[in-house]
């Protein structure tokens, strides 16, 4: 015999995993003033892309490569050696000619419609709390994601999706806390598929329901329905309960949208082949998609783990460029393409940076990799209102340090929260007797990013 959860649990199985996690953003609400922006898709690349090697070029890393950096030696993560040249090339694209590592071509051949901020940095050096800052504002786990304060923020524009997804064949370093509802009712917190199938089954299980029909269905749920709000009646309201209603509800009207979204195959092949190449090209398609269909905030991570993290040789940077930089620049032009391109803000970027110097722990097979760093990395920003053309920032003259125009992780956050129309100093929650807010008691809005 069932108990009331079973009983929940079982009549909404076959309604979808996803839906169940969190539909429940409600309507769309108001900003605080006219956004430049309505969604959001932030491209992670996970493990610490580096800087010097992509989009910050340092040409006296060439000049003193295999010698120690001028001044004190520099503690570093794990131990590092002397400064190392990049591998590759940097070149000036586009009327703003702003220099790109050759590993990016198509990347750099739209660059004029990016913002590169070159002088980010952030407090840890370590993945996990890194992870943490750049997804939740906050080293410790428990605070609510981006994600889950863009929807809480703004609600949902399609009532059938949910308003923050997140992509990933696998998971990330942390996993769910990294798009966690934290405090927040679990309804805004992100609807993790593992994108590394295509047939929309594959990707969500229990999509649909093989033993009822909709209007079947229909009828279980109102059934369901009255039987909770009776007991609603007596009981008195019960949010945990009454969340799981709407999350019912919610899932329920999954089917009849979710399964031709995630379905790319309804795109032309050739748009298809512009992303086809990785797991992290159809996220960006699927991206487009749910954008396009009203979805606030969708975050892919490039993989599994931490692929960019690169202690052992930086060159395996170049093999993981190929399979996002074509899919990057189709992603700017078809969101151009379908009007969405302005409204739409893009980021791209990691937890942190990597060391201009060589890492020699140890623990090195090749001697050819870089260490984690914190004090600078490069973030890339575009539509929403955000200033093509620009390098924004800058670092030391080897990349080690941000020194102009400094960037920290809670003004990219205040930004970003700015572009959708909200002043992140008023957009709070309430928990615990406090008011607790995405950039904590930090964070400036970069007026300087903003077209």
Known sequence: MFDRRQFLHTLGGGFGLAGLQGTLQGA????????????????????????????????????????????PKIRTDRASGTLMRSPWEFKRHGQSGIEVSEIFPNVARRIDDFCVVRSM?????????????????????????????????????????????????????????????????????????????????????????????????????????????????????????????????????????AGGLLDIRKESPKIRERYDISDFG?????????????????????????????????????????????????LVEDLKARGLFDETLIVIGSEFGRTPMIQNSGLEKLGCGRDHNPPAFTVLLAGGGIRGGLAYGATDEFGFKSIENKVHVHDLHATILHQLGFDHTRLTYRHAGRDFRLTDVHGNVVKALIA
Request: proline share 7%; charged share 15%; glycine share 10%.
């Open 28 to 71: 769309a609400k108001q900003p605080h003033f006219a956004p430049k922006a309505k969604h959001v898709i932030f491209l992670f690349l996970n493990g610490g892309m580096s800087q010097v090697d992509t989009f910050d070029p340092k040409p006296a890393l060439a000049k003193y490569d295999g010698q120690p950096m001028p001044g």
């Open 121 to 257: 940095y952030t407090d840890n050096g370590n993945h996990g709390p890194s992870l943490q800052v750049m997804n939740c504002g906050h080293q410790l786990p428990g605070r609510p994601s981006l994600g889950a304060w863009v929807t809480y923020g703004l609600g949902t524009e399609n009532k059938n999706l949910p308003g923050f997804v997140v992509l990933c064949p696998g998971f990330p370093v942390l996993g769910s806390s990294l798009w966690t509802s934290g405090y927040m009712p679990s309804s805004f917190q992100g609807v993790h598929i593992q994108n590394s199938a295509v047939e929309p089954e594959k990707l969500v299980q229990n999509l649909r329901n093989d033993n009822l029909t909709i209007d079947e269905q229909q009828a279980q749920l109102a059934l369901l329905d009255k039987l909770n709000k009776h007991y609603l009646s007596k009981a008195g309201d019960q949010a945990n309960l009454r969340s799981a209603m709407e999350s019912m509800e919610s899932a329920f009207r999954m089917q009849m949208e």
């Open 282 to 330: 159809r996220g960006c398609l699927m991206a487009l998609r749910m954008v396009e269909s009203g979805v606030r905030m969708v975050q892919i991570y490039y993989g599994n783990g931490q692929p960019w993290d690169n202690h052992d040789d930086i060159r395996v940077h170049s093999k993981l460029a190929q399979k996002v930089d074509g899919p990057i620049a189709a």
